[in-house]
């Protein structure tokens, strides 16, 4: 079971889009549920899509499942998961630990401190409690490796079991589609009014959050306007689609900056709304390049921007700030250009280079192909698919409050002989026997092997 916390439907924000790709590749190995949040309103799947509305229906789905795979606030909220004997799939792809500094900064530091506190002890827990973690990056990875060692999890059996570790948490960034996009209908030039069928196009592909900077954008813009008539900029989303996500102040400081540098709606343009998941291929395909601008701080370091990965699915050229693992890719592998964080001027010349150097368009268009083969769901979802067929607990602990998690009381796996530690993932014989056949008749002798090796490093 996949235990989204974001609106699933026609709309939808990168953590549902990242569920729902989750489980339509899973959906092709194994019988998965997609458990949501709102009322089902799409089409019937590869896989089953249930509505749970609380506690209680939620625990009616954890109870039909063998693994779980939820994000760390869904964990914290419903202890129907904690308090269960199945493997659990942490996807902590986004720091939100990090995240909450940005997104609070504007609060008083008292409340600060108090949305902090909390979240401190979510991510704790769910460090703590966890068989198998996902995040986006390597440079994610090296981050939740520290934190992990701090609770214990990084312990000598750990290391002798895997000596990598990619048992314990591995890389699953965001991906792309197979198939490339295909443009359905006419929706930006020549429709919007003030955006013609020549002009250059660049997109801001996802919403206006406080950890980007999208009043230097607004301000290049500004000064790009000043020498060219042709060049555009959209963006493709303000309102969120999930109506318990706030809507953050900087949204109406860059609409209000627009107006005030005199180019909202003739060089600037808002989506007031949010786009459709499956329209979304006609706002890419009519634009020309991709851009996302953001402060430099702790939050873009370890970052994934997600909404880029759109861009390279729809082979636009990037215009990215540095210091996100993503704007490396872009550096890397020459998919476009990168600047300075706040550097207005720079940024104005990046967007003029990128629309009037056509052999450097072309070239970087070129290494998108490339690149975007790396990306594709079925390629990063690997790990998952790994654990899930042979699925390994990689932890005995105590059960233990949430508050007491941070006080370093973790117990290494291997202390089966102190009578206070309590193994969570105890297995009866019927799951072991059918784990047994599942094995022999799905993957053959080697992963009967594997599994029962597996069964009885554990075990004994």
Same mark, same amino acid.
């Given at each position: 079971?996949?235990?989204?916390?974001?609106?699933?439907?026609?709309?939808?924000?990168?953590?549902?889009?990242?569920?729902?790709?989750?489980?339509?590749?899973?959906?092709?190995?194994?019988?998965?549920?997609?458990? *949501?949040?709102?009322?089902?309103?799409?089409?019937?799947?590869?896989?089953?899509?249930?509505?749970?509305?609380?506690? #209680?229906?939620?625990?009616?789905?954890?109870?039909?499942?063998?693994?779980?795979?939820?994000?760390?606030?869904?964990? #914290?909220?419903?202890?129907?998961?904690?308090?269960?004997?199945?493997?659990?799939?942490?996807?902590?792809? &986004?720091?939100?630990?990090?995240?909450?500094?940005?997104?609070?900064?504007?609060?008083? *530091?008292?409340?600060?401190?108090?949305?902090?506190?909390?979240?401190?002890?979510?991510?704790? !827990?769910?460090?703590?409690?966890?068989?198998?973690?996902?995040?986006? #990056?390597?440079?994610?990875?090296?981050?939740?490796?520290?934190?992990?060692?701090?609770?214990? @999890?990084?312990?000598?059996?750990?290391?002798?079991?895997?000596?990598?570790?990619?048992?314990?948490?591995?890389?699953?960034?965001?991906?792309?589609?197979?198939?490339?996009?295909?443009?359905?209908?006419?929706?930006?030039?020549?429709?919007?009014? +003030?955006?013609?069928?020549?002009?250059?196009?660049?997109?801001?592909?996802?919403?206006?959050?406080?950890?980007?900077?999208?009043?230097?954008?607004?301000?290049?813009?500004?000064?790009?306007?000043?020498?060219? !008539?042709?060049?555009?900029?959209?963006?493709?989303?303000?309102?969120?689609?999930?109506?318990?996500?706030?809507?953050?102040?900087?949204?109406?400081?860059?609409?209000?900056?627009?107006?005030?540098?005199?180019?909202?709606?003739?060089?600037?343009?808002?989506?007031?709304?949010?786009? !459709?998941?499956?329209?979304?291929?006609?706002?890419?395909?009519?634009?020309?390049?991709? *851009?996302?601008?953001?402060?430099?701080?702790?939050?873009?370091?370890?970052?994934?921007?997600?909404?880029?990965? =759109?861009?390279?699915?729809? =082979?636009?050229?990037?215009?990215?700030?540095?210091? &996100?693992?993503?704007?490396?890719?872009?550096?890397?592998?020459?998919?476009?250009?990168?600047? +300075?964080?706040?550097?207005?001027?720079?940024?104005?010349?990046?967007?003029?280079?990128?629309?009037? &150097?056509?052999?450097?368009? !072309? @070239?970087?268009?070129?290494?998108?192909? %490339? *690149?975007?083969?790396?990306?594709?769901?079925?390629?990063?979802?690997?790990?998952?698919?790994?654990?899930?067929? =042979?699925?390994?607990?990689?932890?005995?602990?105590?059960?233990?409050?949430?508050?007491?998690?941070?006080?370093?009381?973790?117990?290494?796996?291997?202390?089966?002989?102190?009578?206070?530690?309590?193994?969570?993932?105890?297995?009866?014989?019927?799951?072991?026997?059918?784990?047994?056949?599942?094995?022999?008749?799905?993957? +053959?002798?080697?992963?009967?092997?594997?599994? %029962?090796?597996?069964?009885?490093?554990?075990?004994?």
């Amino acid at each position: 079971m996949i235990v989204s916390d974001d609106i699933v439907s026609k709309e939808m924000a990168g953590p549902a889009i990242r569920v729902w790709n989750f489980a339509k590749i899973l959906a092709e190995k194994m019988n998965v549920i997609l458990a *949501i949040p709102n009322q089902v309103d799409l089409p019937e799947q590869t896989f089953k899509i249930v509505q749970y509305k609380d506690r #209680s229906s939620l625990r009616e789905l954890v109870d039909i499942s063998d693994i779980v795979l939820c994000g760390g606030m869904t964990f #914290s909220r419903y202890d129907c998961i904690r308090n269960s004997d199945k493997y659990i799939i942490m996807d902590i792809y &986004d720091p939100y630990n990090i995240a909450t500094l940005a997104e609070y900064r504007n609060e008083t *530091i008292e409340r600060q401190f108090e949305v902090y506190k909390t979240i401190h002890v979510n991510v704790n !827990e769910m460090l703590y409690y966890g068989d198998f973690y996902i995040c986006a #990056s390597e440079r994610q990875r090296d981050f939740w490796l520290g934190m992990l060692s701090a609770l214990n @999890r990084v312990n000598p059996y750990s290391f002798n079991q895997d000596p990598q570790l990619r048992g314990l948490i591995d890389v699953v960034p965001f991906g792309l589609p197979d198939a490339k996009p295909v443009h359905t209908k006419k929706v930006l030039k020549g429709v919007v009014n +003030g955006i013609n069928e020549n002009d250059f196009l660049i997109i801001w592909g996802g919403g206006i959050y406080n950890w980007f900077d999208p009043l230097t954008l607004i301000k290049a813009m500004a000064e790009v306007g000043k020498k060219r !008539e042709d060049i555009k900029l959209f963006f493709m989303g303000v309102k969120h689609p999930n109506p318990q996500v706030k809507e953050l102040q900087l949204v109406n400081d860059t609409v209000n900056l627009a107006k005030k540098r005199g180019v909202f709606e003739k060089n600037v343009f808002f989506n007031f709304g949010w786009v !459709e998941y499956d329209e979304r291929q006609n706002y890419l395909l009519e634009s020309d390049a991709g *851009i996302i601008t953001h402060p430099v701080h702790i939050e873009t370091r370890f970052a994934f921007r997600t909404r880029i990965l =759109d861009y390279l699915w729809a =082979d636009l050229p990037i215009i990215s700030t540095k210091g &996100d693992s993503l704007s490396e890719i872009v550096e890397l592998n020459k998919l476009g250009i990168t600047v +300075g964080d706040g550097d207005v001027e720079e940024l104005a010349k990046a967007i003029i280079k990128i629309a009037d &150097d056509r052999d450097f368009y !072309e @070239r970087c268009k070129h290494n998108i192909r %490339s *690149i975007a083969k790396k990306y594709t769901w079925e390629k990063v979802c690997e790990p998952i698919i790994k654990f899930c067929e =042979d699925p390994l607990s990689s932890a005995v602990r105590k059960k233990l409050r949430p508050d007491q998690i941070h006080t370093g009381t973790m117990v290494p796996y291997g202390a089966e002989n102190n009578s206070n530690i309590t193994k969570v993932r105890k297995k009866g014989p019927v799951y072991i026997i059918k784990r047994f056949f599942y094995h022999l008749f799905r993957s +053959g002798l080697k992963k009967t092997l594997q599994f %029962s090796s597996n069964y009885i490093k554990r075990n004994k």
